[in-house]
């Protein structure tokens, strides 16, 4: 058997030579008969040791072989290794040309903001995954030209040690924004401040202000020179979330959101104005603000009426805004595309239903485009006023999205006023849970409004025959709420597909402070369908949370 063995074996790379073992069997057996016992016959020791000798020839040999093969094995990953790397230098994006490239990744880096507080945060992994990569990196200075520093919050038991932390942690985001500073070059900047920014790295900011283009600031504290905006050249986008500011004298300004009051703007070149979270008063004034913004493609402001004006209020605002003279004519955005109104929750009815469709009826908007209310709806005068946005045919055959955010109203209001808007796309609707009541619209019956549901709430035939996209939004709901909804939706789907409208291609749910999330488990059969019925479905959840499916 070991001669078989020893046959089959290779010996092509073995230094050792081949094993000859002794007839150990015929020695023993002239032994034997010579007299001798099997421990003495002469030769077996000499066989045994040479047996032994023999084997450790071979353990040396198959180490080396071993190590052979261990050596082999490194060799081979470095082949592979050089293969993937040529493999690589073949893939599309390594075929693209310098100028593409550099597109890309100036893309990436705009889409969303990267805060110099968070390690590795864009463009800096950019330029650390090859040669060439590092070369296009550096080489844009467009590409280090934003610079968002978020808040920097160190917590700890022992103060000495946050203090210490958040000296290291300024030190270490100047050096940042120092190094993004040093590879924008001459490009103009964006910059974005939080409230928590560190004084130094704030100062850092403020010496390149020449170079702004954008700029959102904690507060205008920071800024004590008169002439600093006029230094200001190339600033186009200015957000102050504190404080005032003289952002007239910035000459290129066109895009303004923080505090009005007491400002200084460019109201003739404005294109873009936030006033959301400041008191506007719904009188005059308001009316003031558009008719000095010829150029307003977006206005966003957060309507209610002077303190003293409330239902039962004897307060007096200490500083009320200046008086505009009464102006009866009409007031017509002609850019005008995107509008935002807020209402406070503290106005009284009578707002709802005289003051504010009253400052509607002024308005004309011949191409708004996008319409966002935000604000209570337990009194319907908000969504009748609506109606007399659209007192120009223009303005509802130019309507193509509508947000309804935070209200609760009847359905009756809403499909009022969605007749109003036959081309609308877009409908967004925020279903409110209040203090335990569920909201008088509820999403499910909303979306069987809309498109003609046979259900056990209405019947009417298509109010919006061309939408396509419908956002939900569900706050503080139930199991129920969830299960209505998503039933609801099925059917709706179902329906449209058996017509064939086709018109709908998105549904959005979000679902925000809801029960935990797997109690949806339930309605894990009717979400597969939908999946497989949806050309594109959005299902998000705000905690973070998995779906159980």
């Known amino acids: 058997m070991f001669d078989d063995v020893v046959a089959r074996s290779s010996t092509r790379h073995s230094t050792v030579p ?22 003495s016959v002469p030769g077996m020791a000499q066989c045994l040791a040479d047996a032994y000798h023999a084997r450790a020839d071979y353990d040396e040999d198959m180490q080396r072989t071993l190590d052979r093969l261990k050596e082999l094995e490194v060799q081979r990953a470095a082949v592979d290794a050089h293969i993937a790397h040529m493999k690589l230098l073949d893939v599309p994006i390594r075929r693209l040309v310098p100028d593409v490239l550099r597109e890309i990744f100036l893309r990436v880096v705009r889409s969303r903001e990267y805060s ?10 950019l330029s650390q995954v090859c040669h060439y990569w590092r070369k296009i990196a550096n080489s844009d200075a467009r590409l280090w030209s934003s610079i968002h520093v978020s808040d920097v919050d160190v917590y700890d038991d022992d103060i000495n040690e946050v203090v210490a932390a958040e000296t290291r942690a300024a ?22 401040a939080d409230s928590g920014t560190p004084r130094s790295v704030m100062q850092s900011l403020l010496a390149v202000h020449p170079r702004w283009r954008a700029c959102t600031l904690p507060d205008a504290a920071y800024i004590t020179d008169r002439g600093f905006w006029e230094a200001c050249g190339a600033l186009e986008q200015l957000d102050v979330q504190m404080g005032r500011v003289e952002a007239a004298l910035a000459p290129a300004l066109r895009d303004y959101k923080g505090n009005w009051q007491g400002v200084q703007l460019p109201w003739a070149r404005l294109q873009r104005l936030s006033l959301a979270h400041d008191h506007i008063v719904a009188d005059n004034t308001f009316l003031e603000i558009l ?31 200046p008086a505009v003279p009464f102006q009866s004519e009409a007031v017509v955005c002609t850019q005008l595309r995107e509008l935002c109104l807020g209402i406070s929750e503290d106005q009284g009815e009578r707002f709802y239903r005289g003051r504010f469709p009253a400052l509607l009826s002024r308005l004309v908007f011949p191409q708004l485009s996008v319409l966002t209310l935000d604000g209570p ?9 609506v109606a007399l946005l659209t007192r120009t045919m223009a303005a509802g055959r130019t309507l193509d999205t509508l947000d309804v955010l935070a209200m609760n109203v009847e359905h009756t209001i809403i499909r009022d006023a969605l007749k109003l808007f036959p081309r609308l796309r877009k409908f967004s609707y925020w279903a409110l849970w209040k203090d335990g009541y569920k909201p008088l619209t509820p999403p499910w019956s909303l ?22 996209c419908l956002q939900v939004l569900i706050e503080e709901g139930d199991g129920s709420d969830y299960e209505h909804t998503f039933l609801t ?7 449209r597909t058996e ?39 959005v299902l998000e959840v705000d905690d973070g949370s998995e779906l159980p499916w």
């Not at 069997?25 to 002239?30: F, I, R």
Request: charge should be negative; aromatic fraction near 6%; include cysteine.
């Open 377 to 385: 709806g337990w009194v319907p005068g908000l969504l009748q006023g």
């Open 291 to 321: 008719r000095r913004s010829p150029c307003l493609e977006f206005f966003s402001a957060f309507i209610e009426q002077p303190d003293c004006e409330h239902e039962g209020s004897t307060y007096r605002a200490p500083n009320p805004p």
């Open 489 to 495: 939706l099925l059917h709706l789907v179902r329906r």
């Open 18 to 39: 081949r094993y000859q073992p002794a007839d150990y069997q015929a020695l023993l057996l002239e032994g034997l008969r010579d007299g001798h016992t099997s421990g």
């Open 447 to 468: 979306m069987s409004m809309l498109m003609g549901s046979s259900g056990p709430y209405w019947e009417p035939p298509d109010i919006v025959p061309q939408l396509e």
């Open 171 to 192: 030190e270490t985001v100047l050096a940042a924004v120092k190094y993004h500073l040093d590879r924008s070059g001459n490009a103009l900047l964006r910059i974005r």
């Open 116 to 125: 110099l507080v968070q390690r590795n945060s864009l463009p800096l992994p």
């Open 499 to 537: 017509q064939s409208t086709g018109s709908l291609k998105e549904v959005i749910v979000h679902l925000s402070d809801c029960e935990p999330i797997a109690a949806l488990d339930h309605i894990r059969p009717t979400m597969e369908k939908l999946l497989d019925i949806f050309e594109v479905h």
